[in-house]
């Protein structure tokens, strides 16, 4: 058996209806920030529960932008988890301010007991990371940034229709970035990302920002990018946004099914716990595991698709040398990065396909 870990194929069988709505489109011919990119920020404010949202050009923009349209730039730190994508320290670094790291806990997320000791006088902001899907405990973190002043920009990117304490991740910030990637559970044909937030302000500065600094057609009031959602995409995930909450249902679904079958494996398999007041959408399942090179080649081989969601931590790659950390300053993240495994986890995988997959991690292990 096959079991994929793209499910783009499956989704997209018929395209036939959003082709229609892009025929359309192109028929009308306004493909640059038209009516369906103002449509679709509308429909995912609202679904996100925050006041404004602005389309951009990917999630990796979204956070870039986000944070310059925070005022954050050169002598500013910015705190976030080490053991994220690499675009969430890479929007940091772009804005010419310092990414300061914070080791993650056995959630996979920034551990929030740990932030404090990494404030200093140039901390403008915190971001903490979704991971996984997996939200972070926001209520304490807010209590904290509350504390030291300091910004919220969450990066949501993997966390949409994600929630914790009844807030849906992306409307607890000052702003947060989302991305719209092929693989998410909310995807489009190609490149997109969403920043929602609650302030006016930062909206109207959004909008000048991906739109170089342009006030009218004939007026730019700072020299800002080029990063407008595309208005063919904005079609495609203004499409799918009413399937988002189902697609997520039956992630969560096939997550508990794992989960259930593995705790027979503890500890030499661990999943970790999940909190009743979080809604972790599993746009990755990842768990820790012995033997994480011989299961993966025995998983591979079986015909099941599966990776590694990363086996470096970002203070150890060559991008970070300059931030001066080294081997043994994160330990969590970086004793995770030798034992995790992201195993299929999406809504066109079949009850066989789920079996399958927990029959030969069971297999290996007996």
């Excluded at 140039?122 to 209590?143: E, I, S």
């Excluded at 998410?184 to 909206?203: Q, V």
């Excluded at 007026?219 to 080029?226: A, M, P, S």
């Excluded at 809604?279 to 399942?285: D, G, N, P």
Aim: one cysteine or more; charged letters at 20%; aromatic letters at 8%.
């Amino acid at each position: 058996m096959k079991v994929p870990f793209s499910y783009l194929p499956r989704q997209f069988e018929n395209p036939d209806p959003i082709l229609a709505e892009i025929r359309d489109l192109v028929t009308r011919g306004a493909l640059t920030l038209g009516g369906p990119v103002v449509q679709f920020e509308e429909n995912f404010a609202r679904f996100i529960g925050a006041q404004y949202a602005v389309g951009v050009g990917s999630g990796t923009d979204a956070l870039f932008l986000s944070l310059k349209a925070a005022g954050i730039g050169p002598g500013d730190e910015v705190i976030t988890a080490v053991n994220t994508f690499v675009a969430t320290a890479g929007a940091v670094e772009t804005t010419g301010a310092r990414t300061v790291f914070v080791d993650c806990d056995d959630r996979f997320v920034l551990d929030v007991n740990k932030v404090e000791a990494a404030v200093t006088e140039r901390t403008k902001a915190v971001m903490p990371v979704h991971y996984t899907g997996q939200p972070v405990d926001m209520t304490a973190l807010t209590a904290l940034a509350e504390q030291h002043g300091l910004m919220i920009i969450e990066d949501s990117c993997t966390a949409i229709d994600g929630e914790v304490d009844g807030r849906r991740c992306g409307s607890i910030g000052l702003a947060a970035g989302f991305s719209f990637h092929p693989l998410k559970n909310l995807n489009i044909w190609g490149d997109g990302g969403m920043i929602t937030t609650n302030s006016e302000e930062i909206r109207d500065q959004l909008r000048l920002l991906r739109n170089h600094g342009m006030a009218d057609r004939d007026t730019y009031l700072f020299f800002g990018y080029n990063s407008r959602l595309d208005t063919i995409q904005a079609v495609v995930g203004d499409y799918l946004l009413p399937q988002v909450t189902q697609i997520t249902d039956r992630r969560i679904q096939i997550a508990q099914t794992y989960d259930a079958a593995f705790a027979e494996l503890a500890p030499t398999v661990r999943t970790p716990v999940r909190g009743a007041n979080e809604r972790h959408v599993f746009h990755l399942y990842i768990m820790e595991v012995d033997h994480r090179d011989e299961l993966l080649a025995h998983l591979k081989a079986s015909g099941i698709s599966v990776k590694v969601h990363y086996p470096i931590p970002l203070h150890l790659q060559p991008a970070a040398r300059h931030l001066g950390y080294g081997p043994g300053d994160f330990p969590i993240a970086e004793t995770q990065a030798g034992r995790i495994i992201t195993l299929p986890c999406h809504q066109h995988l079949t009850e066989e396909e789920v079996a399958y997959v927990i029959e030969q991690v069971r297999g290996f292990y007996r």
